[in-house]
């Protein structure tokens, strides 16, 4: 069982800002695709953003411009740097890998245990 680790979070005012960490086994971060799912109540799990081995990204529109996935490879980690905070982006955010691009149904994917995200108004 793949183990992702996450950290960050929390309760912010509208317009703040907030970074997600998430930590992989070296084995997994090296290969594998990852990214970021948010789920809010009563809501499906939608893929917020994903960066693959060589760097590339991508992001849903409701958060381009606003959020910022990256990697730092000498720590196996992955960000995602939240800016422009809104209260819509309140959500429980979940780490997510795959052996393969980030599907938007989440199939095949390793899962992190998931940080609550607070926007207030």
């Known amino acids: 069982q793949v183990q992702l680790v996450e950290s960050g979070g929390g309760l912010v005012q509208a317009g703040g800002s907030l970074r997600l960490s998430c930590a992989a086994p070296?084995?997994?971060?090296?290969?594998?695709?990852m990214g970021w799912y948010r789920q809010a109540p009563g809501k499906q799990r939608d893929l917020v953003a994903s960066i693959i081995s060589t760097g590339r990204t991508n992001y849903a529109d409701s958060v381009k411009g606003r959020f910022t996935i990256s990697r730092d490879n000498a720590k196996n980690t992955v960000y995602l740097q939240m800016n422009s905070l809104k209260p819509e982006d309140t959500a429980v955010y979940y780490c997510a890998a795959r052996r393969g691009p980030l599907l938007a149904g989440g199939q095949e994917n390793y899962w992190g245990q998931g940080t609550q995200v607070t926007v207030s108004s």
């Open positions: 070296a084995n997994i971060f090296n290969i594998y695709a």
